[in-house]
């Protein structure tokens, strides 16, 4: 799956002047690299309007928060529960926390009273994993797993085909039975990593806070996943730049957003070995990283659809990723290849969110 360090780890402290470059709103794709401090701006754009801005770290990268609200106190308390909700809800799905529902299940095998969230991610996985002919699959944990114990400390061996092939035993959604909160692995050795749908859900619920809170134009960018609602100050849509692989702001495109989601699947962020050969995004029928993409741009509703979808066309490649896109309703695809093409979906110059 993809964005594999998305809901731990703590990084080292970075300078403000550095924290300050790297967390622009614009980019889709903002920089993983942690820091241990925040931003926050209240600016009064006119008598009527304010424009409430915060960037923190959560989730293991930087989320930014832009919202439009006549009341700064208001818009800022808002802020503040969709902050807590964010911090909620990866406690809850972080599998690196041993406490949490997730680090329980891939524990024990069985939940049979599941936090309500992460039944509900488990349901949508499985419905993304039979759309995508099991592109997505969340229980590739054993492959994610193995890759790193082999590359951990410096070393550059990937592991030999025998135990690859091993951990590819255990993958497969099919083994992952779901009945109301029940949850339970039907083969031993399983396990789950929602590294690809979960961060696209939280920045959805985070939407819904702000909107419960009164706060109908905002903008969230948690690293990529993007969701937008309403309309900047001068009332015009959200400009949201698709990240450059290369990371020379020769960006692919710029879209305008009102009401929707984005979110960028990438090869260049986290990689395991030198040669860039295995790095987080995972085929699960071969167990190995796709070669043929360097990032993924998906339109949706929502952030979590957009979440899996990009990973979803990452591991089926360009050209049949984008015919997949265009056969589902209110989607649309910008993909980038390794040789710098860009495959678009059919709707994607006229996408308007």
Not at 276 to 298: Q, W
Request: some cysteine.
């Amino acid at each position: 799956m993809k964005k594999e360090d998305s809901l731990s780890r703590k990084s080292p402290v970075m300078d403000r002047r550095s924290f300050l470059r790297l967390s622009g709103i614009l980019g889709a794709g903002l920089a993983t690299s942690g820091v241990v401090c925040a931003t926050a701006e209240a600016v009064k754009f006119d008598r009527k309007t304010y424009k409430v801005s915060r960037t923190r770290l959560a989730m293991g990268t930087f989320v930014s928060m832009t919202l439009i609200h006549p009341s700064r106190d208001r818009a800022q308390e808002a802020m503040g529960r969709a902050f807590e909700e964010i911090d909620r809800l990866s406690r809850t799905l972080n599998r690196f926390d041993a406490s949490s529902a997730v680090a329980l299940l891939n524990r024990e095998s069985l939940l049979r009273d599941a936090d309500p969230v992460l039944s509900a991610i488990v349901a949508r996985s499985i419905h993304y994993n039979r759309i995508t002919g099991r592109a997505f699959d969340i229980t590739v944990k054993p492959v994610v797993d193995l890759f790193q114990q082999e590359f951990k400390d410096g070393m550059n061996t990937p592991p030999d085909e025998a135990r690859l092939m091993r951990a590819l035993e255990q993958v497969g959604s099919e083994g992952l039975r779901l009945k109301g909160r029940s949850i339970r692995f039907v083969r031993p050795g399983m396990g789950i990593t929602l590294d690809g749908i979960a961060k696209g859900y939280i920045v959805d619920q985070a939407s819904r806070i702000l909107a419960e809170h009164g706060v109908k134009n905002h903008l969230i960018n948690a690293g990529g996943d993007i969701r937008t609602m309403g309309h900047r100050q001068d009332r015009k849509p959200w400009t949201v730049a698709i990240q450059d692989p290369q990371k020379k702001k020769h960006y692919p495109d710029i879209i305008r957003m009102n009401n929707g989601a984005v979110a960028t699947s990438g090869n260049y962020e986290v990689y395991y070995d030198r040669e860039k050969m295995f790095y987080h995004i995972v085929n699960p029928r071969t167990g190995l990283s796709p070669a043929l993409s360097t990032s993924v741009s998906v339109l949706s509703r929502t952030a979590m659809d957009a979440d899996a979808l990009s990973t979803s066309v990452f591991i089926m490649n360009p050209a049949p990723g984008t015919r997949f896109i265009d056969s589902l309703p209110g989607r649309e695809a910008l993909v980038i290849d390794r040789k710098g093409r860009i495959f678009r979906s059919s709707g994607w110059r006229s996408a308007a969110i």
